[in-house]
């Protein structure tokens, strides 16, 4: 079975420039995460998705930062513009729905690695 | 989320016991603990749970106190590939699986 899947795994662009990056989740899995990693600090949670619905988008930084999940499969998260502070590695995760009893488990992507210049 | 601290590094030789410990004395009770662990370059990986027994499987086992307000994580025959930063969380089981608060952890150096 596939493991959650990020890409790319890197991207560079310059500073006011769009990025969008995109995440599978384990097929099957309803919950689907966004977390990153800003390079010195700690991972922080960025918004939650239960299929398609936003269930948690407490900790997106702001408007600049668009996340979607048409359909409840893969999810895409959209920085426009970027600044030199959204640097850092992005990471996903999924896990199974609540009735399924095992969702306290979160499978995480390797991440994607952004650097903006 | 409760909040957790951990020792911020730890060596142990390469085919010891790795124990990691963590307080959480603001624990409630309807709070599990889990443990998570990043190896370098990877996203973080889900090692084990418990509430208030103890529990094993096949990665680790986990040792909490009977007043609950600490834990620690067993690794019990360390490899050189268990060095990473390892994540004690406290948190509501279920719920929604709200996000993960991931503190500053304890980076783990396996030595040969």
């Known amino acids: 079975e596939a493991g959650v899947t990020q890409f790319p795994s890197h991207s560079v662009i310059e500073k006011g420039q769009t990025v969008t990056l995109r995440c599978d989740p384990i097929?099957?899995?309803?919950?689907l995460y966004w977390y990153r990693r800003v390079m010195g600090k700690e991972i922080k949670f960025l918004l939650h998705?239960?299929?398609?619905?936003?269930?948690?988008e407490s900790g997106m930084p702001n408007n600049r930062f668009l996340a979607e999940r048409t359909g409840g499969t893969y999810s895409t998260l959209k920085v426009q513009p970027a600044e030199l502070e959204d640097s850092g590695v992005y990471f996903c995760?999924?896990?199974?729905?609540?009735?399924?009893?095992?969702?306290?488990?979160?499978?995480f992507g390797s991440g994607t690695q952004l650097s903006v210049l | 989320d409760a909040k957790t601290t951990q020792p911020p590094s730890m060596d142990c030789a390469e085919g010891r016991a790795a124990n990691l410990p963590c307080n959480h004395s603001?624990?409630?009770?309807?709070?599990?603990v889990y443990w998570y662990r990043q190896i370098h370059s990877q996203g973080p990986q889900y090692i084990i749970h418990?509430?208030?027994n103890n529990e094993t499987n096949e990665m680790a086992s986990l040792i909490i106190t009977e007043d609950r307000k600490s834990s620690t994580l067993i690794l019990p025959h360390a490899t050189l590939r268990d060095t990473a930063v390892y994540y004690c969380?406290?948190?509501?089981?279920?719920?929604?699986?709200?996000?993960?608060?991931f503190g500053k952890g304890t980076h783990l150096i396996i030595q040969p």
């Open positions: 998705f239960v299929k398609e619905s936003k269930q948690d």
């Open positions: 097929s099957g899995h309803d919950n």
């Open positions: 418990g509430l208030k």
């Open positions: 603001t624990i409630s009770g309807n709070e599990y």
């Open positions: 995760a999924s896990s199974q729905a609540v009735s399924k009893g095992n969702n306290e488990k979160l499978f």
């Open positions: 969380i406290v948190r509501v089981k279920g719920g929604g699986a709200d996000g993960l608060t």
